[in-house]
C-alpha cells in the first residue's frame, strides 16, 4: 500500500509542470533584447512560469501578460495585462536603482499578478508586493506664479499621480507609408497637330509621408499626322520631366490622391512625306516645359493600386510646324488622360 502511495505521489509530481505549461505564457517584448531582458526571462522561468521574448506584442498569447523592456535597458519595465484584442497598463518598475533590485521587483510583480488571475471565484487575491521606500525628497522651492491663463497651479508643477491613465497598448502597429513607387500607364494625348497614344512612365521618392519628388517619362506609341496639300508629315513628341510631389491624402489607405507640379524637356520631330515637286524632310528640335498632373488611385493589395490621372501643359518656347515656309500647326498646349498602375515599396 504504501509502495502504491509512493508512485502515485511520483506520477503527480512529474504531471504538475505540464498542468503549468498549459496557462497562457508571460510574453516579455524586448526591440532589442539586451541584459536586462534577458535577466527577467530567466528569473521568470526559476519561478516556474512559462515566458517567450518576442521583439513585438503582436506576438503576444492571447489572455496573458506582456512586459515591456525598454531598449537599452534604462526606461521603466511596463507590466501589460492583454484581453480582447487589447492591452491595460497594471504596473509599472521605476528606472531607478540596480539591474537586479528592478528585475526581482518586475518578477514580485508578475508572480502576485498571476495568482491574482490564478485563485478561484470569491477567493481574496494575495495584495502586490510593496514598493521600495525611497527616502523623502527635500520640499520643492517656492515657484513664482505663472502668466494668467497658463492653466498651471501656482504652487509647483502637477503630481505624477494625478496624470491621466496611458492610452491602451496597440496592439498592432499603424501601416507604414512607402518610401519609393513605380508607375506605369497608357495615356491618350492632345497636342495642337491632334490626338496620340503613349506610355507614360514615373519614379516617385518619397522621404516624408506627403512630400517627395518623382521623375515622368512619356514616350510616343502613335504620332498625330498632319496631312496638307504639300505632302504629310508624321509629328512625335517626347517629354521627361522632374516634378514636386504632393499627397493630400494619406497614402496608407485605399484611396489616394498624388498633386505633382513639374518642369520638363521636350524633344519634338516631326517627319515629312512630300509631294512632287517638293522634297522629303526630317526636322527636329528641343523645347521646355511646364506642366502639372493629378493621379487619384485605388489600392488593390498591400503594394499595388489601380491610377487614374490627367496632365495638362504647355511648351516654352512654342514649336511651329512649316510647310513650305508655311506655318500649319503650333505644337504649344497638350493635355493627356492615362490609366495604369503603381507599384509601392
Avoid: K, N
Avoid at 527616502?135 to 506664479?145: E, G, I, K, N, R
Avoid at 504629310?232 to 490622391?257: I, K, Q, W, Y
Avoid at 498632373?293 to 514649336?319: F, H, K, N, Q
Amino acid at each position: 500500500m504504501g509502495g502504491a502511495l509512493v508512485a502515485l505521489s511520483a506520477s503527480l509530481a512529474l504531471a504538475a509542470p505540464c498542468f503549468a505549461d498549459e496557462r497562457s505564457p508571460i510574453t516579455v517584448v524586448a526591440g532589442a533584447r539586451g541584459a536586462l531582458a534577458h535577466r527577467l526571462s530567466q528569473e521568470l522561468e526559476a519561478a516556474g512560469l512559462p515566458v517567450q521574448v518576442e521583439a513585438s506584442p503582436a506576438a503576444a498569447a492571447p489572455g496573458g501578460l506582456l512586459i515591456v523592456v525598454p531598449e537599452g535597458d534604462a526606461g521603466a519595465i511596463e507590466i501589460w495585462s492583454a484581453s480582447g484584442g487589447r492591452a491595460d497598463l497594471v504596473a509599472s518598475v521605476a528606472p531607478d536603482g540596480p539591474l537586479d533590485t528592478r528585475v526581482l521587483r518586475a518578477a514580485e510583480l508578475v508572480r502576485a499578478l498571476r495568482s491574482a488571475a490564478d485563485a478561484p471565484a470569491g477567493a481574496t487575491p494575495a495584495p502586490l508586493p510593496p514598493a521600495p521606500v525611497a527616502p523623502a525628497p527635500l520640499p520643492p522651492a517656492p515657484v513664482a506664479p505663472p502668466a494668467a491663463g497658463s492653466g498651471q497651479a501656482w504652487w509647483g508643477p502637477p503630481l505624477r499621480a494625478w496624470a491621466p491613465p496611458p492610452p491602451a497598448f496597440p496592439v498592432s502597429a499603424a501601416p507604414r507609408a512607402a518610401l519609393v513607387d513605380v508607375g506605369v500607364a497608357v495615356a491618350v494625348g492632345w497636342q495642337t497637330p491632334g490626338v496620340s497614344l503613349a506610355l507614360d512612365a514615373s519614379l516617385r521618392l518619397w522621404p516624408s509621408a506627403r512630400v517627395g519628388v518623382g521623375l515622368l517619362a512619356d514616350l510616343p506609341l502613335v504620332g498625330p499626322t498632319i496631312d496638307a496639300p504639300e505632302g504629310e508629315v508624321g509629328f512625335r513628341a517626347t517629354l521627361l520631366g522632374a516634378e514636386l510631389v504632393l499627397a493630400p491624402v494619406a497614402r496608407t489607405g485605399r484611396f489616394g490622391l498624388v498633386l505633382s507640379p513639374g518642369v520638363g524637356l521636350a524633344h519634338v520631330s516631326a517627319s515629312g512625306e512630300a509631294r512632287p515637286p517638293y522634297l522629303d524632310s526630317d526636322e527636329s528640335t528641343f523645347t521646355a516645359l511646364v506642366y502639372g498632373r493629378g493621379e487619384a488611385r485605388l489600392r488593390l493589395i498591400d503594394s499595388l493600386a489601380l491610377t487614374a490621372g490627367a496632365l495638362g501643359g504647355a511648351a516654352i518656347p512654342p514649336v511651329d510646324l512649316r510647310f513650305v515656309g508655311r506655318v500649319t500647326s503650333t505644337f504649344s498646349p497638350l493635355a493627356s488622360f492615362s490609366l495604369g498602375v503603381v507599384v509601392e515599396r
